[in-house]
């Protein structure tokens, strides 16, 4: 059992890992919002010299982000969290540009994911369905395209990816963990604490 969960967890980090090197293929990606455009975006010669840089302080975006996702995660649960996120990439979507906004979407989406992976892992395949939930391995999947044809929509390179999945890791995770599982982060920060005396 305990080498079917570790198996399941393994299997979806690779997954989320894998969302980054999706958007980086050039390959037609399926939208998994239904919303979303179905077109390819077209580069046009003005995109050609422009920095992929933002520019605006990613760190404290993804921080706001991970703080409003935490505050209804902690409030209504995984549901709202994830029409939060579907409501994020609806309205983002939508620009001519990559934004802060969107970026934030997809911030909140891999926080979500990431801790529902986590969590769900933990849980027999049994329970899962008898809850009526994705598995594991289900949530990485969707989450994988979702972010994949976001960074994708905009032409982000696996490098770009790469860097806001760190930021998201450094900056979004502790502030999304200490909202939504205060208790455990204390206890944590305890332990830690006595390691190191």
Request: proline fraction near 5%; aromatic fraction near 6%.
């Amino acid at each position: 059992m305990r080498n079917s969960v570790v198996g399941v967890v393994r299997s979806a980090l690779i997954a989320v890992a894998a969302f980054v090197a999706l958007a980086a293929t050039g390959a037609p990606l399926a939208h998994a919002v239904d919303e979303a455009p179905k077109t390819e975006p077209q580069a046009t010669p003005e995109d050609a010299g422009k920095s992929e840089a933002a520019t605006w302080d990613q760190a404290a975006s993804i921080r706001g982000a991970a703080e409003r996702l935490g505050r209804v995660h902690r409030t209504g649960g995984a549901k709202a969290a994830y029409e939060l996120i579907d409501n994020c990439y609806r309205t983002h979507s939508i620009a001519s540009n990559y934004t802060e906004g969107f970026e934030s979407c997809i911030a909140q989406d891999y926080l979500e994911t990431r801790t529902l992976i986590q969590v769900y892992s933990r849980m027999p395949p049994e329970a899962l369905h008898k809850l009526g939930v994705p598995s594991p391995r289900e949530l990485a999947d969707s989450m994988g395209r979702r972010v994949a044809a976001a960074f994708h929509q905009y032409k982000k390179s696996q490098a770009y990816a790469d860097q806001v999945r760190a930021l998201v890791d450094q900056h979004g995770l502790p502030v999304f963990l200490s909202i939504v599982f205060p208790e455990a982060v204390k206890a944590m920060d305890g332990k830690n604490s006595k390691e190191k005396k």
